[in-house]
């Protein structure tokens, strides 16, 4: 059997693993609903349509969880395609077993909260492929600095001044 399907059966198994042991409640929290493998493979098909053929890939997905859409990636590109993975997860509960499952992929996990990360500068940097499936935290999450955080960033990025209860 193709790698692929088995580290796609492992990651299915680890979700519920993982899932399990926290309370609905604690994963509303960081919005940690994951994706089911269907869907993320019909996205990735989708992308594929849009993308050109030959068009070399650089992934990224922001709010990974054990990597539904890496999966769905590796799925329905050819390796070949793949220059680049990366994912950001912010809670070490998914993301420490989320690196050991995908090690010896090309895969660029990285523990941390997405909106601290920085833009790639240059344009070979950049990626042409962001699929995520966001998590929608309420402001009564958040922290005070992190809300300010967010606004902040939000304004630079947009012009726009969200109300403070936005989540
Ligand atoms: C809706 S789940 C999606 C997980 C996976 N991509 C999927 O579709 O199955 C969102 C994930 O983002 C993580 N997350 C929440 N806030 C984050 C942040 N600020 N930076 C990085 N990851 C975050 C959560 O822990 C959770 O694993």
């Known amino acids: 059997m193709a790698l692929r399907p088995v580290l796609e059966a492992k990651r299915l198994t680890l979700q ?9 409640a604690e994963r509303n929290k960081l919005g ?3 994706t089911p ?3 993320a493979t019909e996205m990735l098909e989708y ?15 922001p709010a990974f969880g054990t990597g539904s859409f890496y999966s769905a990636l590796l799925k329905c590109f050819a390796a070949r395609r ?21 090690r010896g992929q090309a895969l660029d996990l990285r523990l941390m909260d997405f909106t601290h990360a920085t833009a790639p500068a240059s344009n070979a940097d950049k ?14 999450h958040l922290t005070q600095v ?10 630079r990025a947009t012009g726009l001044k969200l109300n403070g209860l936005t989540g």
């Open 47 to 61: 992308a594929r349509a849009l993308l050109p053929p030959t068009a070399r890939i650089r992934f990224l997905d």
């Open 127 to 140: 990626f042409n492929l962001l699929i995520c499936n966001p998590p929608y935290v309420r402001h009564h």
């Open 16 to 24: 519920s693993q993982l899932d399990s042991t926290k309370t609905l």
């Open 37 to 39: 493998t269907l869907l």
């Open 82 to 102: 793949i220059a680049a993975a990366v994912g950001y997860e912010i809670d070490p509960h998914y993301a420490q077993a989320t690196i050991d499952l995908w």
């Open 32 to 34: 940690q609903f994951p």
């Open 146 to 155: 992190a809300k300010a955080h967010l606004l902040q960033a939000v304004q």
